[in-house]
């Protein structure tokens, strides 16, 4: 049985209250290991550990954050196959993906704003002989990281990165359906030599520990990436405390598909932008809408290729899907297929659970789902689903697939698939969503902002953003 503790004040220990939480495995359904059961006790004894390193963690400079930052990374790095596997044991997800995927960028989060420490100016404004203004900017102090589990230590790593670059502590809480990862880094941070106290992981529960570091008075500044109703409830306590705050929240993302398109290319990228981490990342497509003299070919072709996705062990090379998070994630995804039927969908393949053999027979499986015949204005089509579930739905002209893209409550993310110059920067502009893709999808530079309109969420992250987040910004004006 594995155990997952807290990191706080530079040690590993048990919750405060001494209750543990069960851990399981996706793809056997079993228990697996016991997860710190922390409380508003252990946020507190965290914050206050997080308050006392707070100056010696910015007397460090520049310099001193990006070498501690990169010797985190660089052990990281060291133990990719581990943190491979725990990823995939925590999550369901094929071990293939989180080595070539999450694990590489968690690292590459780490690098990349230790670095880009370095590189950040501010600016300053001379008023002719009048005054010379600069802008001057502050770490806010202890920052709260709340994350979700779907791609468990990339997004931990993409809130902590940031904020310690930038000179904050950390007080963070990583998914308790997910824990394993964020409880490997602390043990990286302290081969390292992390000072003690300048990061603090506590798992345990969202209505618990979440919401505890989200009242906390003393946590100035909260990023949160995770579901729009929980973001909602955080937001409803953050905002009277006047707090800073960044949430990247749920996606209904749709796929443009026009008659002009590289169709293999496109056809590769958009098995991926469905399927993926069993369709649970937040930047996946999940209504395809297809020119319609596109449309037979695409169906027949995506419905052919979604039927051959392998579906099974997340520990072997060749497997396309392994398990979804947890019992009840799977329960909600089969529920929105029975909508989806009775909003009269039809499912031109998948739709049910997996039962595979052996150790794996009470894993959580899920077949990849395609499903057409519904307007963008039902529940399935504007509801979150998170799952390997995707509708498709031809469009006859530009502006009306524009139009039924934008007709969610949602903005996240949005693909275009043409080869037409102008209506690439046309559709693009019209589309939103906090990011489009033309002929690609998941490409991301860490310099740009990332973010969602709408219901996607508040804040962009990414790049300057980010570490603009964590600071205080000041002008300094002094008379000449
Ligand atoms: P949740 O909103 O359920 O949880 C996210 C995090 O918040 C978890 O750590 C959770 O803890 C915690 N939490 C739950 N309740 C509270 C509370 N009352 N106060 C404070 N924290 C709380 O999301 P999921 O984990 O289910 O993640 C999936 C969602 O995340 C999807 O909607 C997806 O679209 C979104 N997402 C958005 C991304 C973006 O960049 N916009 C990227 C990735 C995912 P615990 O799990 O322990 O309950």
């Not at 100056?55 to 954050?65: E, I, V, Y």
């Not at 709260?144 to 502590?169: D, V």
């Not at 695409?298 to 060749?318: C, I, N, Q, S």
């Not at 799952?387 to 969610?408: H, I, K, S, Y």
Request: hydrophobic share 45%; aromatic share 8%; proline share 5%.
């Amino acid at each position: 049985m594995e155990r997952i503790l807290n990191y706080v004040n530079g040690t590993l220990r048990p919750a405060l209250g001494g209750g543990w939480l069960a851990g399981h495995e996706p793809a056997t359904g079993q228990v697996f290991a016991e997860i710190a059961d922390s409380d508003a006790a252990d946020v507190e004894q965290a914050v206050q550990a997080a308050e006392h390193a707070f100056p010696a963690w910015n007397a460090l400079g520049r310099q001193g954050r990006h070498d501690a930052l990169m010797r985190v990374a660089d052990l990281v790095e060291r133990d990719l196959d581990l943190f491979a596997r725990a990823e995939s044991r925590d999550n369901g997800k094929p071990v293939h993906l989180a080595h070539e995927v999450d694990i590489p960028r968690a690292v590459a989060n780490l690098r990349f704003f230790a670095t880009a420490i370095l590189h950040w100016g501010s600016e300053a404004h001379l008023m002719d002989e009048v005054a010379l203004n600069y802008t001057e900017r502050q770490p806010v102090g202890v920052a709260g990281a709340i994350s979700p589990w779907n791609l468990p230590l990339y997004l931990f790593t993409w809130k902590i990165a940031p904020a310690l670059a930038a000179g904050c502590t950390v007080v963070a809480k990583p998914s308790e359906v997910t824990p394993w990862t964020a409880f490997l880094l602390a043990e990286r941070c302290i081969e390292a030599g992390l000072p003690p106290g300048v990061l603090n992981i506590l798992h345990g529960t969202g209505p618990k520990v979440g919401a505890a570091i989200t009242a906390h008075p003393r946590i100035p500044a909260l990023s949160f990436t995770g579901g729009t109703a929980t973001g909602a409830r955080i937001a409803a306590t953050a905002a009277p405390m006047f707090k800073k705050l960044s949430l990247e929240l749920g996606g209904k993302n749709p796929v443009l598909v026009f008659a002009d398109c590289d169709f293999e290319h496109m056809l590769n990228v958009t098995m991926r932008s469905s399927f993926r981490n069993q369709g649970q990342i937040c930047l996946c497509g999940s209504r395809i809408l297809i020119e319609r003299p596109l449309y037979e070919r695409f169906r027949e072709a995506f419905v052919a290729r979604a039927k051959a996705l392998r579906v099974g062990d997340p520990a072997l090379e060749d497997t396309d899907l392994g398990a979804v998070v947890s019992e009840a994630h799977m329960e909600k995804v089969l529920g929105h297929i029975a909508l989806a039927k009775q909003e009269g969908g039809r499912v031109l393949c998948g739709g049910e659970r997996v039962r595979l053999d052996g150790r794996l027979r009470d894993g959580w499986y899920l077949q990849p789902t395609v499903i057409e015949g519904l307007d963008q204005q039902c529940r399935t089509n504007q509801e979150e689903i998170f799952g390997p579930v995707v509708t498709l739905q031809p469009f006859d002209r530009e502006e009306e697939a524009v139009a039924q893209a934008n007709a969610t409550p949602y903005g996240l993310a949005s693909v275009v698939w043409t080869r037409d110059g102008q209506r690439m920067h046309r559709v693009a502009r019209a589309l939103k969503s906090g990011i489009v893709w033309v002929n690609c999808w998941m490409v991301r530079d860490l310099r740009t902002p990332f973010g969602g309109m709408k219901q996607s969420g508040v804040g962009r992250e990414g790049g300057v953003e980010a570490l603009r987040f964590f600071t205080e910004t000041k002008n300094v004006c002094i008379r000449l």
